[in-house]
């Protein structure tokens, strides 16, 4: 038998890296999903002790020597290949900027501030989860730091690299340059013409139990496969898991007939982009998702864009008919539609509509940059966030819940990762424009609950892609043009401005 | 700051094995409990690599060092110390006779039989199995013999030491000679004495939520921590994870009241004794549980002896009058007791009554030894079973879900296992013989749902005692006496030839 080559070893470890991903996967689901309360501590070991295990094998010398005498030969190499080497060589060079014993510290305090989240939310209080998120945030802190010093980059831009590969801050901010130019305009024209014609309010009590119904039915349309994944509730909605064993959650709430199927749209999206990667490389690097950007472009254009379509309330109307028991004039195509694209100011991001969306994001921009910066005291977050919702969008919060409370990223120690949500609602936009027109017939499908051709255009395009471009060339590949906001913008003028009643 | 002692760097790494034995439990869990069905070969990836990082981590010539090191110094250790040196030394010696690729091939194939094993009981075909499960068996059959070499022992007792530490299989039958010569007679005793009074029939259907709120209420009165620990529903009742994250399921059938409530019982036994090992050696070998026969007691001993008593049946009765609406004859206090305590022979090992489980026990005993020495073939499995169900026990299965798919364990690799529950049973009937002498208001604590002073005992005399000793030396710590079938034999007598009526 032939020696391996240093390259064919490198695939080799990365494999075992890769089981251990999935590992770390089912830990973090099981905490959200099924584990007992109190075990949070139980758990931060386990996930500490395997993080530190997958850190250690990702910076040994081995594999450091292996990329050294892999890079030296890198022109034997398949284009595939040397792509899987450039992903393994920036996971190495990232992993050993950060130390083992910051690693471990960051694992369990985070597993902590996340168990002291969800009491926080059970009473209400801020002031429950701030001294732990103080701890998270001063490690978070110390890995920027150490971070940006290795790479060169300020330290929010060394957090965020890892959630939008190839983009810095400058970029992201020129891209959005437009948008907060023109979207306050936008929001203030398309509240005043959806006054003109307001939807009739949809009341009732929707057991979970039907939402899940419901959900499970345009989940099966999708193509979820219900035999290698799983959908359950859990406080926020979540996607986690490898392909082959992808686990999807909602939140549903009992007078919102629509926010678990939303949620559990959007989460199908980023399963089906999981789903979708290339298969021969799944175990691989070059073989994951191109970062949270793009996934949050896959679960906008199915929750946002696709999911709110006129089309798609065609697909919908008999399941709310089937689930529902829905009947009467608040429950016709035309209102459902109406109700589904509601422009509102309001104090919850996750319930905002795509327009006043953006300015959520910019708001947790600023503040998660001072917070990491020390500008801002973690005990003095409450008060800037009813400040800046004031300013921003003239409301301010009723309690934390609905206020500071409402996101679990900062708890769990993700710092750098809300302007990737904007980035992805650009980027699908982008993807939109250009499936409606290369797919003429796509309305027509979707209205039919047929997803087979805008899915089929995504894995083509998109999901096959993997990690083996930057975002940048990825959407330049997927469109044929450079990425910018401008179709986002006109997606939204097309559908917000328009005459209500007209095909959107 | 002093360098660590080589005892002290064995601590160490034996914390980080720890937290990959509740990773590992976890992974064993959600597969039976919440895994999609699909998804076994990704779990099977998953599972082997961290048996490899588990069984590598042991067997390094780093930890071989350090225990040659820490072997030297052994004079300088306390007395849990030296236990603990001797308890890594059993684990290093015994992990180091496999391979790793055996690991990782058995790893796989267990998973995968597993999987099938479920199949083949919703098909009812043992066929489904059987060739999963010839794979399965020659690979634990390659694992047995290695052991055999390197311990120079029979290839059945090297996979037998893991249940019954300390005790060999000479040993095991010279403690089952004397209950195989008694217990054919006192079978046909105790049915002719429960024939002249026998138990009213208990008819209905108790839905699974009527029978998980009335176990949920007996494992609260035991003190089970609901909030660090689950209680699910499974294929087949079993305890999973670790001291603050404690996870156990049971099975319930709907015409069976009391089904999933004593299967409850059973691996809350279980739960209880890993909850009362030595809470500062949580994470170290010699805080860990005795083995499966020692496991086997405490569930026995809760299911069988203190579950089936009077007493506990006193405590019951408004439990089912709560959760079962209960009224009627064949509801009092004496038809309960004459129901849980009746002896029949049956062809299910898991429902059988305590007199008849033995003989079950036996049988699978003589089919895995021959299995595993090839002398009978996989696919022979089923005509074999029933062959020796009608010699044994005067009953053949009526088909293979009631036969020779009953059990999950050789569909799991596990192999060595079923005598470890007829020890339990001899071990449960020593301790419970020397609590009702050592605590005399026993009866009426447990008739008034208090169980603190049963649990107190066994968490001081046998839990607390972890690792520390021997099969035979931990049960002469805990009694007093020697290991024996003596006082398991008494308890069956006094009970099962009482006169119907009498307290037991």
């Known amino acids: 038998m032939p020696t391996a080559t240093p390259y064919q070893q490198l695939e080799q470890e990365f494999r075992r890296l890769h089981a251990f991903r999935g590992v770390l996967a089912l830990l973090r689901w099981d905490a959200a999903v099924t584990m007992p309360r109190a075990s949070a501590d139980v758990r931060g070991d386990q996930l500490a002790a395997l993080e530190i295990e997958s850190h250690t094998l990702l910076v040994s010398p081995r594999i450091s020597r292996l990329l050294d005498r892999a890079d030296a030969n890198a022109r034997s190499l398949a284009g595939w290949q040397a792509a899987n080497l450039r992903e393994m060589r920036r996971l190495h060079d990232h992993a050993i900027a950060t130390p083992q014993s910051l690693i471990a510290r960051m694992a369990k305090a985070f597993v902590r501030s996340e168990a002291r989240w969800r009491e926080a939310r059970e009473a209400n209080e801020f002031n429950v989860l701030a001294p732990q998120l103080e701890e998270t945030v001063k490690l978070v802190r110390s890995k920027a730091e150490l971070l940006g010093q290795r790479f060169s980059l300020d330290p929010w831009d060394a957090l965020a690299d890892e959630f939008t590969p190839g983009l810095l801050s400058r970029d992201i901010e020129a891209i959005f340059t437009p948008l907060g130019q023109r979207l306050p305009g936008l929001v203030t024209e398309a509240i005043e013409i959806q006054a003109a014609a307001p939807a009739l309010p949809i009341e009732g009590r929707f057991s979970a139990s039907r939402q899940r119904g419901l959900a499970t039915d345009v989940m099966k349309a999708l193509g979820f496969p219900f035999d290698r994944g799983r959908f359950d509730e859990s406080d926020h909605p979540f996607t986690e898991g490898v392909p082959g064993d992808i686990r999807v959650s909602t939140r549903f709430v009992q007078k919102d007939p629509f926010r678990g199927l939303l949620g559990a749209l959007h989460e199908t999206g980023q399963a089906l982009y999981d789903l979708g990667l290339p298969a021969e490389w799944v175990d691989q690097p070059v073989g994951q998702d191109r970062g949270m950007a793009l996934e949050e472009s896959q679960s906008l254009l199915l929750e946002m864009m696709a999911g709110r379509s006129r089309a798609f309330v065609t697909f919908l109307r008999p399941l709310l008919e089937k689930h529902y028991g829905a009947a009467g004039p608040e429950w016709s195509e035309e209102n459902l539609y109406r109700h589904l694209n509601r422009v509102a100011r309001g104090t919850s991001r996750t319930d905002a509509d795509e327009l006043t969306y953006q300015t959520h994001i910019w708001m947790r921009y600023e503040l998660e940059r001072r917070l990491l ?28 819940v609905e206020g500071c409370l409402q996101d679990i990223h900062w708890a769990i120690g993700s710092f750098g990762h809300f302007p990737s949500y904007g980035v992805g609602a650009v980027i699908a936009g982008q993807l939109w424009e250009t499936i409606r027109e290369q797919q003429p017939g796509i309305d027509a499908e979707i209205a039919s609950g047929q997803f087979g051709g805008l899915l089929g255009w995504l894995r083509e ?10 975002v940048p060339q990825l959407v330049q590949h997927a469109t044929g043009r450079t990425l910018s906001a401008a179709p986002f913008l006109r997606y939204l003028e097309r559908k917000y401005l328009a005459e209500p009643g007209t095909p959107g």
């Open 461 to 470: 395009r998109v999901h096959a892609m993997g990690a083996s471009l930057g």
């Open 373 to 400: 910066s020390g500008e801002l005291a973690v005990r003095e977050l409450r008060d800037a966030w009813i400040a800046l919702s004031a300013d921003r969008l003239g409301l301010v919060p009723a309690n934390d």
